[in-house]
C-alpha cells in the first residue's frame, strides 16, 4: 500500500510541475504569427491530404477541429487558427 | 492512515479540476451565448472500403469494411467519438467497436479520456493505418492482426500538446486493462492485446511522447513504452508474468520543388519483452523460450501534387518494407517474416482512393491486392 501512495504522490507531483513548467514555456514570434492557412497545410499534411475551406460547414469545421486535437495533439492554438481560417473561407 | 492521505490526494486533484471547470465556464458562458449554432454539436464521417485480391491459388472480392464515425462535440470542454466497424473479412459479418471515448479538456494543454481508445503506443494503429492515410491495403507485417500492440485499449488517460521556441511536443499517458498472456499450447506466449475486462488486479502503465523540431511541423518523432507487471489470469502460475514493450515512430513530409511533388516518409520500430515462464505443449511436455518479438516498417510516397495535369497530378506512387522477427522456439514462431509491398494510387478526392497494391512476403505466394476507399 505504501509503495502506492509513493507513486501516487510522485506522480501527481511530477505531473503539477510538469504543467507549471508547460504552462511557461513560450513559443517564438516566428510561430506566434503563422497564419490559420499556413497552420492547415503544415498539419493536416502531415498525415493525409488536407480537406479544401468549402468542404464541410462552420459546425462541421469546429467538430472536425475537436477530434483531430483529441487524435493527432495539435496545440489548442493550432485547432483555432485552422478552423477559424476553414470557416471563413468556405462559407 | 492511508486510505485518509489518498482521500485528501483524490479531493485535491479534484478541486483542481473544479476551479478549472469553473473559470472556463464562466469564460465560455459568454461566448457560447451568442452562437446561433448552438452549444451541442453532432455529426458521422467516415469510411468505406472494399478489397480485390488474387494470387496463384486465389481471386476473389474480400474484405468489405463499413466504418462511420460518430463524434459529438458537446460543450467547449466535453467531446465524444465513438466508432463501429462493420466487416466482412472472415467471410461472415462482424460489428465490432473500433473505440468509444470521451474527452474532457481541462486547459489548453490537458485533455484527460475515459473509455474504449485508439493504441497510444506507436503511431501506426492509432493513426497511420486509416484506409485513406495508409497508401496500401494491407498492414505492415507484424503490424496487423497477430503483431505486437492492441489495436485498442480500455482504459483512462491524460494527453496535449504545447509549442516552445520554435519546437512542438505532445505526450500520451494512459492506464489500461492491458494485455492478457495466453498460455494453450498453441498460442502460449501469445497476448490478447484488447483488454475488454481484465484478467487480474495489475494495469498497463503506457505513453508516447511526439517531438517535431522543425519549425514548419514537417517532422514528427516519437517514442512510446507500454509496461504490464501481471499479465496472467489472477491465481494461475502466470499471474506475475510481465510485459515492457518499446517503439520508435518517424513520419517526415516535405516537397521537391524539380519534381512538383510531395513526398512523405514514415516509419516505426516496435520490440517487446515478456518474462521467462514455463509453458507445456499438448502432451503435457513443458518448454521455455526468450520471448522477445520485434517488427519494424519503412514506407515512401511521393505524389506530383503541382503538375498541372489533372489524371497525374491525382496519382501517387508507393512503397513499403517490413520485417517481423518472432521468437523461433515459439510454438507460433518460425522464421522471421519480411514483406515488400509497391503501389500505385489515384485520388478521387482528398479522402478517398484506389489503390493498385503488388505484395511479395516470404513463404507466402506474391499478391495483387486492389482496394477502393471512400471517405464521408
Known sequence: MKKYIIASSALLLAFSTSMVVISSCAVSQKVQNKTGTQLWGENCGRCHNAPGPGEFSAANWDIIGRHMRVRTNITETEEKKIIDYLKTTGN | MNKIFLSLLLLLSCNILQAQIVSDNNQSNAATVSSKDGQNKFAIFGNAEMTFFADKNNVQFGEVNFKPIFLWRISDKLFVEAEPEFETGEGSLDIGLEYANMCFIVNRYLILHAGRFLPKFGAYRGRMGEGFINRFPTDPVGFGDGGIGAMNEVGIGAQGGFGTGDVKFNYDLYLSNGPILLTDPENAGQFEYEGYVGNNKGKAVGGRVGFLPLTNSSLEIGYSFQSKMKTGDAGSPYEN?????????????????????????????????????????????????????????????????????????????????SRFKRPLKAPWGGDNAHQFAVALDYWLKWNSLVKLTYQTQKDEPDAFYAQVVFGF
Open chain 2, 241 to 321: 508474468v510481465g510485459l515492457h514493450m518499446q517503439a520508435i515512430d518517424l513520419n517526415y513530409f516535405g516537397h521537391i520543388t524539380p519534381m512538383q511533388s510531395d513526398v512523405r516518409l514514415i516509419g516505426e520500430w516496435k520490440y517487446q519483452k515478456v518474462d521467462k515462464a514455463t509453458y507445456f505443449d499438448a502432451s503435457g511436455t513443458p518448454f521455455t523460450f526468450d520471448n522477445s518479438p520485434s517488427t519494424y516498417y519503412v514506407a515512401g510516397t511521393i505524389r506530383p501534387v503541382h503538375v498541372h495535369n489533372l489524371f497525374i497530378h491525382n496519382l501517387e506512387l508507393a512503397a513499403r518494407y
